[in-house]
Each structure stands twice: as C-alpha cells, then as structure tokens.
C-alpha cells in the first residue's frame, strides 16, 4: 500500500450544522422554493449562534443553489438549476476526462445524448422551434472561414436542438458536455474544409427535423459527432498531443 499522509479528522464547524438543519427543512418540504427564511436575527437567536455562522450557513445553500441571498432583503428558498447541479460535478469530470479513455467515454456520450436529443426533436418540436433552428443554421453558414465564430454559430445550433425537447435538465446537461469537450471542437473544426463539411451536416439535420424524420435526424447527428471525434483523434495523434483537464475542459498539450 502506498504511504499518503492523513489529516486529523475535525469536527462539523456550526455554520455546517446550521446548513444541514435548514437543508433538511428544505428537502423535507417544509420550506418550499419561494419561502423566505426568518431574518439573519432571528435565526441567530434560534441557532444561539453569531452572524457569521448564519450568513456561512446560507452562503453555502446558496451555492449548493437552494437558497437566493441578496443583500438587504431574506434569504428565500430556490430550486437547484441543471446547471448547478452539474457544475458539482466538475472535480470528478476534470479527473475523468485526464486520459484518452475517458475524453472517449465523454465523447460517446455526448454522441448517444445529442442522438436522442435529435429524435425527440423531430418528433415534437413546434414551427417557432424550426424556426430558430433555421436561424442558428443561417448564422453558422454566414460563419464559414470565420473560425472562432464559426465555433460560437456551431454550439448554438446544437443548443437549439437540445431546447426543442423542453426539458431544462437535458438542456443543462447538453451546456455541461459541450463544455467539457470544448477543446474537441477547437481541434477538429482548424480548417474551412472542416467547417464546410461540419455546416453541411448541420444542414443534414435541420432538414431532418424540419421533415419530421426521427430515424434521419438520429443517424445524420450520429455520422457528424462521430467525424468530429474522428478528427480530433487524427489530429492528436499526427500531432504528438494528449488530452488533459484544465478546468471544464480538454486542452492539448
């Protein structure tokens, strides 16, 4: 076994014990999203405890995304987001995504993922939707050549495909995989042979969609990520790179 070195373990701080006690006002439903809190007084009375382990307390809710805290009004009780839900997530995603093999596992989520997404979409999606769809796909067109835009026009149209379901949490997870695969798109999409042949899938699917073809608009959004991914590996290895985290994302070195 390998020699690592331990710290004592410490004791819960009483800003912890104020947060788990309010949590548990929360998640049991006593406090519901909208409720305001008692004022930072009074619950420094009940909790017998000083100011900066209630605003401690609340900070931490607040980040956790149960809480909203403004100054000069109550703390109330909020919903977590997608977003702040899997943005707990990214420590464990920036371990992951350190090797080859778990840049491919995200990858081939990301592929199943925005499959689906693609289906549900052409099955439900409404006129305004298609739309919006056709504009983001306009802008990715007038994009060509223009490599950062080009990369902004290209994660909005894949950002319209996934609000078309109308589900904020596929939504949240579509923004958080995109993210941590940012550095993919970077790599593959470095020459205007890439973004033509990126905006002619692009086309593929919207055409798709807009027919109502589930199984056309799943297989085309299937054969565009897997080239991507392609691309990516080609380039990684005629370059010499490998993938590693920095922060949400994939940078080569």
């Known amino acids: 076994m390998k020699s690592v070195t331990l710290s004592p373990v410490k004791r819960r701080k009483v800003h912890e014990d104020i947060a788990a006690q309010l949590e548990g006002l929360i998640t049991s439903g006593v406090l519901r999203e909208g409720d305001a809190l008692p004022a930072e007084r009074t619950l420094m009375a009940q909790f017998s405890v000083g100011r900066p382990a209630v605003r401690e307390a609340l900070l931490a809710l607040e980040r956790s995304g149960l809480l909203r805290v403004s100054n000069g009004s109550r703390a109330t009780v909020s919903l977590p987001t ?81 609000r078309m379901v109308g589900n904020p949490l596929f939504v949240g997870m579509h923004e958080a995989l995109v993210g941590w695969l940012t550095e993919q798109r970077r790599v593959a999409l470095r020459s205007a042979k890439m973004e033509q042949k990126a905006y002619r899938h692009h086309k593929a699917i919207f055409e798709a969609i807009e027919a109502r073809d589930a199984d056309a608009a799943e297989r085309t959004i299937e054969q565009h990520l897997s080239e991507v991914v392609a691309a990516f590996w080609k380039i990684k290895a005629t370059k010499g790179t490998r993938p590693k985290a920095q922060g949400g994302q994939v940078e080569l070195e």
């Open 82 to 162: 997608a977003a702040v839900v899997l943005d707990g997530l990214s420590a464990s995603v920036r371990v992951a995504i350190a090797t080859d093999e778990g840049v491919r596992n995200f990858q081939s989520a990301r592929i199943l993922f925005e499959a689906a997404l693609a289906r549900q979409a052409a099955r439900h999606a409404t006129p305004a939707q298609i739309e919006s769809l056709r504009a983001a796909l306009l802008r990715n067109e007038n994009a060509i050549g223009d490599t950062p835009t080009f990369e902004r026009t290209d994660v909005e149209f894949h950002y319209e495909i996934a």
